[in-house]
């Protein structure tokens, strides 16, 4: 009967080895995930009758929108970003040239960076701006809480049809780096 | 020093080492637990009584993807490096996992016909199944840089719960060849968080409108909570009440079945918790269900007041949630095995024409299956069941299941006069380096058993 049951004990006696291995769990501090957000931030498509006075038939030369928005106001923005690429891209099929300028603005409409486009008449324009960690310009980019668009007709002589647009567009790649601390 | 003390003072480090699974105690008829897996078991107790609070204490934690090892070995490898290598080869099919259960009370007794075998009793429960929701996981750690990658929320799929199981069962030996047996069991829900019907894509492509275009395509998503803390009043609640009589009740039954085909050939099979829970009380229900197409905020130039475009898009994909009764299904477990029985009988001597003496060796293939809210999980093991002598038993197993191909397991009973002892381990070979293994289960128990006389009539 001993030589049946000394089996089990060696087995059990086996099991004094378990241990965990050569592990580091404070590796865990190293731990950095670089994840890029592609978001849409704001677009508009602006046709003649825009520029147009229904009832006067005017030109009207400046028109004006604005947003809240809210893709900053949260702690990862404010801590994990390394950098963010506003992209703009604008189709002006008009026969006029545009100023179209892109304010970033605080909750109290405190303008903190001016973006400016020189749109030329029947022209497209693609424009990226890196906002970098560290810099003036992001600190303003991460404190924004309102965009203003402020659209301006440069007049000139030309007639305007009811084909004619200015297509805007604007998105942002945002880097983030994000670790454990 | 005797080798009974021995035996015991190595039988505790087995007990702080090693883990268990309960596909060792099925079958494992020295041990009374054997009748929470199979009520059907043939046992020979007249009675017995679990030590309270340590006649059952059983953790299992596996991981189905990769191991501990994978990430946090110290080689000199950048953790990141790590990670970013592993991810890919982490499929939506690996769970994470952890059940534990402590058994309050247990105690059984043999009716005057010795047909019937009673037991019943107390344990309280934690299960946690969580799947691997790849495409979620790639998109926290990529982000949606990929514009031709769809992210599916099909894969999102956890539940955890924390309960009180009362149990009341019996076991019948029918006749000569047939034992059958059944358990009721009642459920009080302590917390439960379920979310697992969930579907819908997120995707990024190139816009038309826009430089991007996001889509949230047919969006179901269901989260459902009971037995949450939300303020004092309910912490003071107390933890006889919540796992008790916490008014989130349910029903389940189990059932066994014990056959022997003949002499030496004997087969086994159960099933465990085939149940519900229902969620009255203290309950909170998440929904978000829709599609939304957003390619940025679209400006206007309105003459009048400005338009408030931030919670147009917020409302077209609203989160919903309220109180709201919901009913929640146990995790089923279905075990079967078959087995020869050879060598000596358990003490040869006594002869009898209802009650036979168990051979004292037994071969023989068990599956275990438990259903899942993906898939059910299957485990298929090979088995060697020794009885040694009056005072010890051991069952040694070899496991191919969900976790590896390699899980060799050794469960162990020991009798002391009317003390039993017990304890099981599976994946013994993980034990050599925890961090390597993806599962580890530790079962653990004493009881008092007084045992049947087969040769009064």
């Given at each position: 009967?001993?030589?049946?049951?000394i089996p089990?004990y060696?087995?059990?006696?086996s099991l004094?080895?378990?241990?965990?291995?050569?592990?580091?769990?404070d590796q865990?501090k190293?731990?950095?995930?670089?994840?890029?957000?592609k978001v849409?931030?704001?677009?508009?498509?602006v046709?003649?009758?825009?520029?147009?006075?229904?009832?006067?038939?005017?030109?009207i030369p400046v028109?004006?929108?604005f947003?809240?928005i809210?893709i900053?106001?949260?702690?990862?923005?404010?801590?994990?970003?390394?950098?963010?690429?506003?992209?703009f891209?604008?189709?002006?099929n008009?026969?006029?040239?545009?100023i179209?300028?892109y304010?970033?603005?605080d909750?109290?409409?405190?303008?903190?960076e001016?973006?400016?486009?020189?749109?030329d008449e029947?022209?497209s324009?693609?424009k990226n701006?890196?906002?970098?960690?560290?810099?003036?310009?992001y600190?303003n980019?991460?404190k924004?809480?309102?965009?203003?668009?402020?659209?301006?007709?440069?007049?000139?002589?030309?007639?305007?049809?009811?084909?004619?647009?200015?297509?805007?567009?604007?998105a942002?790649?945002i880097?983030?780096?994000i670790?454990n601390? | 020093?005797n080798?009974?003390?021995?035996?015991?003072?190595l039988?505790?480090?087995?007990?702080?080492?090693s883990?268990?699974?309960?596909?060792?105690l099925f079958?494992?008829?020295?041990v009374?637990q054997t009748?929470m897996?199979?009520?059907?078991?043939?046992v020979?107790?007249q009675?017995?009584?679990?030590?309270?609070?340590l006649?059952?204490?059983?953790?299992?934690?596996?991981?189905?993807?990769?191991?501990?090892?994978?990430i946090?070995?110290?080689?000199?490898?950048?953790?990141?490096?790590?990670?970013?290598?592993?991810?890919?080869?982490?499929d939506n099919?690996?769970?994470y996992t952890i059940?534990?259960q402590?058994?309050?009370?247990?105690i059984g007794?043999?009716r005057?016909n010795?047909?019937?075998?009673i037991?019943?009793g107390y344990?309280e429960?934690?299960?946690?199944?969580a799947?691997?929701?790849?495409?979620?996981v790639t998109?926290a750690?990529?982000g949606?840089?990929?514009l031709?990658?769809?992210?599916?929320l099909r894969?999102?799929?956890?539940k955890?719960e924390?309960?009180g199981?009362f149990?009341?069962?019996?076991?019948?030996?029918?006749n000569?060849k047939?034992?059958?047996?059944a358990?009721?069991?009642?459920?009080?829900?302590a917390f439960?968080?379920t979310?697992?019907?969930?579907?819908?894509?997120?995707f990024?492509?190139?816009?038309?409108?826009?430089?991007?275009?996001h889509?949230?395509?047919?969006?179901?998503?269901t989260?459902?909570t009971?037995?949450?803390?939300?303020?004092?009043a309910?912490?003071?609640?107390?933890?006889?009440?919540?796992?008790v009589?916490s008014?989130n009740?349910?029903?389940?039954?189990?059932f066994?079945l014990?056959?022997?085909?003949n002499k030496?050939?004997?087969?086994?099979?159960?099933f465990q918790d085939l149940g519900?829970i229902r969620?009255?009380?203290?309950t909170t229900?998440?929904k978000v269900?829709?599609?939304?197409?957003?390619?940025g905020l679209?400006?206007?130039?309105?003459?009048?007041?400005?338009i408030?475009y931030?919670?147009?898009?917020k409302?077209?994909l609203p989160?919903?949630?309220?109180?709201?009764k919901y009913?929640?299904l146990?995790?089923?477990k279905?075990n079967g095995?078959?087995a020869?029985?050879?060598g000596d009988?358990d003490?040869a001597?006594?002869?009898?024409t209802?009650?036979?003496n168990s051979f004292r060796?037994?071969?023989?293939?068990?599956?275990?299956?438990?259903?899942?809210?993906?898939?059910?999980?299957?485990?298929a093991?090979?088995?060697?069941d020794?009885k040694?002598?009056?005072?010890l038993?051991?069952k040694i197993?070899?496991t191919?299941?969900?976790?590896?191909?390699?899980?060799?397991?050794i469960?162990?009973?020991?009798?002391?006069?009317?003390?039993?002892?017990?304890?099981?381990?599976?994946?013994?070979?993980?034990?050599?380096n925890?961090a390597?293994?993806?599962?580890?289960?530790?079962?653990?128990?004493?009881?008092i058993i007084?045992d049947f006389?087969?040769?009064?009539?």
């Amino acid at each position: 009967m001993k030589l049946k049951i000394i089996p089990f004990y060696i087995l059990i006696i086996s099991l004094f080895n378990s241990c965990i291995g050569d592990v580091d769990f404070d590796q865990s501090k190293d731990i950095m995930i670089s994840p890029v957000a592609k978001v849409a931030v704001l677009q508009f498509n602006v046709k003649q009758t825009d520029f147009i006075n229904s009832d006067t038939g005017e030109e009207i030369p400046v028109r004006l929108d604005f947003t809240d928005i809210n893709i900053f106001n949260n702690s990862i923005a404010e801590n994990d970003i390394d950098h963010a690429i506003f992209k703009f891209e604008i189709d002006n099929n008009f026969n006029k040239k545009f100023i179209v300028n892109y304010y970033l603005m605080d909750n109290e409409n405190t303008i903190l960076e001016i973006i400016p486009f020189n749109v030329d008449e029947n022209s497209s324009l693609v424009k990226n701006i890196e906002f970098i960690r560290g810099t003036t310009s992001y600190d303003n980019l991460i404190k924004t809480k309102r965009i203003n668009v402020v659209v301006n007709l440069v007049p000139n002589a030309n007639t305007m049809d009811n084909t004619m647009f200015l297509h805007f567009k604007s998105a942002l790649d945002i880097y983030l780096n994000i670790d454990n601390e | 020093m005797n080798r009974k003390y021995i035996f015991i003072i190595l039988f505790c480090f087995v007990i702080n080492l090693s883990s268990q699974n309960k596909k060792i105690l099925f079958g494992f008829n020295e041990v009374p637990q054997t009748l929470m897996a199979n009520p059907g078991a043939e046992v020979d107790f007249q009675w017995h009584s679990g030590i309270p609070i340590l006649s059952s204490n059983y953790i299992h934690a596996g991981i189905s993807g990769f191991a501990i090892n994978d990430i946090f070995a110290n080689d000199g490898v950048n953790i990141n490096t790590k990670i970013a290598t592993l991810l890919p080869n982490i499929d939506n099919a690996d769970f994470y996992t952890i059940n534990q259960q402590l058994e309050v009370f247990n105690i059984g007794f043999r009716r005057t016909n010795k047909k019937d075998y009673i037991s019943l009793g107390y344990y309280e429960e934690f299960d946690l199944i969580a799947y691997h929701p790849k495409d979620l996981v790639t998109l926290a750690y990529e982000g949606n840089q990929d514009l031709n990658k769809i992210f599916n929320l099909r894969d999102f799929k956890f539940k955890a719960e924390v309960l009180g199981v009362f149990h009341f069962g019996v076991s019948r030996k029918w006749n000569k060849k047939i034992t059958i047996g059944a358990r009721i069991k009642l459920y009080s829900s302590a917390f439960n968080i379920t979310s697992t019907q969930n579907s819908g894509l997120f995707f990024t492509k190139e816009g038309t409108n826009n430089i991007y275009r996001h889509r949230m395509q047919e969006i179901d998503f269901t989260l459902k909570t009971s037995g949450v803390i939300h303020n004092e009043a309910e912490v003071e609640q107390s933890m006889f009440s919540r796992f008790v009589a916490s008014g989130n009740m349910g029903l389940g039954l189990d059932f066994g079945l014990t056959y022997k085909i003949n002499k030496n050939w004997i087969t086994e099979a159960s099933f465990q918790d085939l149940g519900f829970i229902r969620h009255t009380k203290n309950t909170t229900v998440y929904k978000v269900q829709g599609t939304q197409e957003y390619d940025g905020l679209n400006l206007t130039f309105p003459t009048g007041n400005p338009i408030d475009y931030l919670n147009q898009v917020k409302n077209e994909l609203p989160l919903i949630y309220g109180s709201e009764k919901y009913t929640s299904l146990r995790s089923l477990k279905v075990n079967g095995l078959i087995a020869y029985q050879f060598g000596d009988r358990d003490n040869a001597s006594c002869l009898r024409t209802f009650y036979e003496n168990s051979f004292r060796s037994k071969i023989g293939l068990q599956i275990y299956s438990i259903l899942r809210p993906k898939r059910p999980q299957f485990a298929a093991t090979l088995f060697y069941d020794k009885k040694f002598s009056k005072f010890l038993r051991g069952k040694i197993t070899y496991t191919v299941d969900s976790y590896s191909a390699k899980n060799i397991g050794i469960g162990l009973s020991t009798r002391i006069g009317v003390f039993n002892m017990y304890g099981a381990i599976d994946n013994i070979l993980g034990l050599t380096n925890i961090a390597k293994s993806k599962n580890q289960t530790i079962n653990f128990g004493i009881n008092i058993i007084m045992d049947f006389d087969k040769t009064k009539p």
